[in-house]
């Protein structure tokens, strides 16, 4: 059973920074692309940033400057430093992953439980 589990979240105020980490846990062969989704109250779940397993990366533009994403292959785990943090950063964030689950084996998607960042005023 593949699991996602995700750390880091917490309340800052506006400009502070926080750091997400998700690590991939259980049997597979592969873990291939990983990205954060963050959804907030009221809102539709929105990709933040991805990043591939050979390290290429991509943000959406609001993010663009103050949060950036990296992944360690060896342990099958991927981070998100987010600085200069606003209010409207405010959302659960999601791990999400593409993995293998065997040699020749079509990749399953898979999402963490979440976890909440409150950026304040």
């Known amino acids: 059973q593949v699991q996602l589990v995700e750390s880091g979240g917490g309340s800052v105020q506006a400009g502070g920074s926080l750091r997400l980490s998700c690590a991939a846990s259980g049997t597979f062969f592969r873990v291939n692309d990983m990205a954060w989704y963050r959804q907030a109250p009221g809102k539709q779940r929105e990709l933040v940033a991805s990043i591939s397993r050979d390290y290429m990366t991509s943000y959406i533009n609001s993010v663009k400057g103050r949060f950036t994403v990296s992944r360690d292959n060896a342990k099958n785990t991927i981070q998100l430093q987010m600085e200069n943090l606003n209010p409207e950063d405010t959302a659960v964030y999601y791990c999400?992953?593409?993995?293998?689950?065997?040699?020749?084996?079509?990749?399953?998607?898979?999402w963490g439980q979440g976890t909440q960042v409150t950026v304040s005023t």
């Open positions: 999400n992953s593409r993995i293998e689950s065997a040699i020749g084996e079509y990749e399953s998607e898979y």
